[in-house]
């Protein structure tokens, strides 16, 4: 990997201005909205994320504009446009995001367009809440917008809050965030501080997700598995390549579920992009504790027990070839190795039999 130099005439992305991060950290929350000078905070959650948020409500006292429990995975245009006219209603003036990726994901949304600032909350590892990206779908085939309105001004990262997420569910976030580690380590934003990001993100995700498998409810394994997905997600807003690219199109097309479609792809995605880019995805390696990181990615979800193939997913083999498509119409050229039809296809194939990495 070439190493960065004083005058290179790079363009580095922007992350969160303010993190707050610790068990009660969530008590913060009333503090947070006065520091941003705001006055009528909107809760946004899914519905099955309602009750949590409803107790950040409580915290927020009457100055609450409400609660909105409608956010759903993939952030459907129709959702963040009819989401935007009810914040605007209820006089909302900042939006605090309670949840994963789907709650983190209709903030932004909303955001997008009435720039009102948010406060994110993460429950999950999905990393979202660091980046100022967002995949909108449309017509049935996720988008990815870019704006500084969607970048939180406030992130609180409470790993109590995650001690009950299931580990299915957590391995699965978890693999999402090791994704990002691997695909912003070669784009040509990632500054030194990102790159550094996502390979200590990467080596803690790693130290951490067995642990959690093996104790749920072990706090010092949450937090860590939560600071290596703090700095996934920091990593991440480098920007983003294939990985990202073949993930969003099985999510938003075929409706696989996010952290799975990441999971079950991302052996394959670092394999292939070790060939371009070995000096890059080879850090990776290292902080895994291994000499190739398809490999020890491979490895690690078959130790979280999660699936490790898209036929198990309920992908079908003629399907193969829409994903290669749409991955290869939607790229936006940060990946080192080609995104062509066949290159895309071959990953498929992979992930679709779950073969190990060779």
């Known amino acids: 990997?070439?190493?960065?130099?004083?005058?290179?005439a790079s363009v580095h992305n922007a992350v969160p201005h303010r993190v707050v991060f610790g068990a009660g950290a969530v008590d913060t929350v009333a503090d947070e909205v006065t520091r941003l000078g705001m006055t009528r905070p909107l809760v946004l959650s899914t519905?099955?994320?309602?009750?949590?948020?409803?107790?950040?409500?409580?915290?927020?006292?009457?100055?609450?504009?409400?609660?909105?429990?409608?956010?759903?995975?993939?952030?459907?245009?129709?959702?963040?446009?009819?989401?935007?006219?009810?914040?605007?209603?209820?006089?909302?003036?900042?939006?605090?995001?309670?949840?994963?990726?789907?709650?983190?994901?209709?903030?932004?949304?909303?955001?997008?367009?009435?720039?009102?600032?948010?406060?994110?909350?993460?429950?999950?590892?999905?990393?979202?809440?660091?980046?100022?990206?967002?995949?909108?779908?449309?017509?049935?085939v996720k988008r990815m917008h870019q704006s500084l309105n969607m970048l939180a001004r406030t992130v609180i990262y409470d790993p109590a809050l995650s001690v009950g997420l299931p580990v299915p569910v957590s391995a699965a976030s978890a693999m999402n965030a090791l994704a990002h580690c691997v695909d912003a380590i070669y784009t040509p934003t990632a500054s030194p501080i990102l790159l550094t990001a996502g390979v200590e993100g990467a080596a803690a995700i790693h130290r951490a997700l067995p642990r959690v498998a093996a104790e749920p409810s072990d706090l010092d394994a949450r937090s860590e598995l939560l600071y290596g997905a703090y700095l996934a997600g920091a990593a991440l807003a480098s920007g983003f390549a294939l990985q990202h690219g073949i993930a969003h199109v099985l999510g938003g097309t075929l409706g696989i579920e996010h952290g799975l479609s990441h999971a079950v792809v991302l052996p394959h995605v670092a394999a292939y992009n070790e060939r371009f880019a070995p000096d890059a995805v080879g850090r990776v390696a290292r902080a895994l504790g291994a000499d190739h990181a398809g490999v020890a990615i491979f490895d690690l979800l078959v130790a979280s027990g999660l699936p490790t193939s898209l036929q198990a997913l309920g992908v079908t083999e003629d399907q193969l070839d829409l994903v290669a498509r749409l991955t290869v119409e939607t790229d936006h050229g940060n990946n080192p190795g080609p995104v062509d039809a066949a290159g895309v296809r071959l990953i498929l194939d992979q992930a679709f039999s779950g073969t190990r990495p060779g």
């Open 1 to 8: 990997m070439r190493p960065f130099a004083y005058g290179d």
């Open 47 to 140: 519905p099955g994320r309602a009750g949590m948020a409803g107790r950040v409500q409580a915290m927020l006292g009457a100055n609450c504009a409400g609660l909105l429990a409608t956010a759903v995975s993939q952030v459907p245009i129709e959702l963040a446009v009819a989401s935007r006219k009810q914040a605007r209603d209820m006089g909302a003036d900042c939006l605090i995001s309670v949840g994963g990726g789907a709650s983190i994901g209709l903030g932004k949304g909303i955001a997008l367009e009435t720039a009102m600032p948010i406060i994110a909350i993460p429950t999950t590892y999905s990393g979202s809440e660091m980046t100022a990206f967002c995949g909108i779908t449309i017509d049935g």
